[in-house]
C-alpha cells in the first residue's frame, strides 16, 4: 500500500502544445493483471465505451453495498480511509503542478481531467467508508490528516526539471494504478471491487498522460538516464515514507480517538496489511511502468521481467 499517492512541480516555460495519448495505451498494462475482471466491471466499462463519458458517483451502486463482508474484512476500513483522504486532497498538488506547466495542453487536461477524476476518486471512496462505517466523523478526521499532509505539498518538493517531475508523477500513477488493482484483487465485496476497477483504469491514464509528457519535455532537456533512474527512486523513497504515514496515522486515529499513533504502530499495522494486500500486488505490471520511461531493450527488458519480477516479490516480502 506504501506505492499509493500523488505528488507535486516546478517552473519552466515552453508553449509546445502536447498531444495526449489515446485511452488505448490503457490496456497494455491494464491486460497485465492477473485475475478476471469481474462481470459488472466488465458491463460498467462496456457502457463507459458506449456513452463515450465518464463513469460517476451515480454509476455506483451504493444501496448494495454488503457492509457486513466490508466491515469484516481488516483490509478495507484501513486501505480504503487512507486512499479516500490522499485522493481527497488532491486539490493541493493538482495546483502545483498547473502553476508548473504553463503549456496549454497540459494545463487543459490537468485542470480538466486529471484533477476532477482524483477528486472524484476521493468523493467515491469517501462515501463507500461513510455508508459503511456511519459511526465514524470522516470530515473531522480528514481535516487532520489535511493539516499535516499540507504540509509536505510546496513546490520545494518539486523536481527542478520538468520532463525529471513527469518521471517523478509516473512513479505516483504507477503506485495507484498497480495499489488499485491489487485491492481490485482482493477486494471481497462486490461495490468495493467495480469501484476499485474503475479508479484503476483512470489511474493507468493518468500514468499513460505524465508518460507522454516526459517524453515530449525531454526533446527540450538534456536528461540522462541516469537523472531518470534517480528521479524514479527519489519519488518512490519519498512515497514509502510520508504520505503512507500521515494518511494511515489520521485512518489509525479515526478508530481509535483516544490512543497515539507513533512510527511503532505503524509498523506493527503495516505488518498486518501489507501480505494481505501484497498476495495479489501486480508486480509485472508495476515492473513494467516504472521501466518504459528508460526506453531500455525491449526484448532485455522481456527477458528480463521474470526474474525481476521475482526479485521484487522477496524484497517485498522480507519488508515485512
Ligand atoms: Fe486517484
Ligand atoms: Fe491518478
Request: with cysteine; glycine share 2%; proline share 6%.
Amino acid at each position: 500500500m506504501n506505492v499509493i499517492f500523488p505528488g507535486k512541480d516546478s517552473k519552466h516555460n515552453d508553449t509546445t502544445a502536447l498531444q495526449p495519448p489515446s485511452p488505448q495505451h490503457n490496456r497494455e498494462f491494464l491486460n497485465d493483471t492477473t485475475p478476471v475482471p469481474d462481470v459488472t466491471m466488465q458491463a460498467t466499462s462496456r457502457d463507459k465505451q458506449r456513452n463515450n463519458r465518464h463513469w460517476t458517483l451515480a454509476d455506483i451502486d451504493w444501496q448494495h453495498i454488503d457492509r457486513e463482508r466490508a466491515r469484516n474484512n481488516p483490509l478495507t476500513y484501513y486501505v480504503v480511509t487512507a486512499a479516500s483522504f490522499v485522493e481527497t486532497a488532491a486539490d493541493l498538488y493538482t495546483a502545483n503542478l498547473v502553476e508548473h506547466f504553463p503549456d496549454p495542453t497540459a494545463r487543459h487536461w490537468l485542470i480538466h481531467y486529471w484533477q476532477p477524476e482524483e477528486l472524484q476518486h476521493g468523493q467515491a471512496l469517501r462515501a463507500y467508508v461513510e455508508t459503511v462505517w456511519p459511526e465514524l466523523d470522516w470530515t473531522q478526521h480528514y481535516n487532520n490528516f489535511f493539516a499535516e499532509y499540507s504540509q509536505l505539498c510546496t513546490m520545494e518538493e518539486l523536481e527542478p526539471s520538468r520532463a525529471l517531475e513527469m518521471v517523478a508523477r509516473c512513479v505516483v500513477e504507477t503506485g495507484t494504478s498497480t495499489f488499485y488493482t491489487a485491492l481490485h484483487n482482493i477486494s471481497d465485496e462486490p461495490i468495493l471491487r467495480t469501484l476499485t476497477g474503475l479508479i484503476r483504469q483512470d489511474e493507468v491514464s493518468h500514468y499513460n498522460h505524465f508518460r507522454h509528457f516526459f517524453e515530449e519535455y525531454k526533446q527540450h532537456e538534456h536528461i540522462r538516464r541516469l537523472d531518470v533512474i534517480r528521479s524514479l527512486y527519489k519519488r518512490y523513497s519519498e512515497v514509502e515514507n510520508e504520505d503512507a504515514y500521515i494518511s494511515l496515522k489520521h485512518t489509525w486515529l479515526m478508530r481509535h480517538p483516544e490512543q497515539e499513533f507513533d512510527h511503532a504502530q505503524l509498523a506493527s499495522l503495516t505488518q498486518a496489511l501489507r501480505p494481505l494486500l501484497m498476495r495479489q500486488y501486480p508486480y509485472r505490471m508495476a515492473l513494467k511502468m516504472l521501466l518504459q520511461p528508460l526506453h531500455l531493450n525491449r526484448g532485455l527488458v522481456n527477458f528480463s521481467l521474470p526474474l525481476l519480477e521475482q526479485v521484487a516479490r522477496r524484497l517485498m516480502f522480507r519488508l515485512q
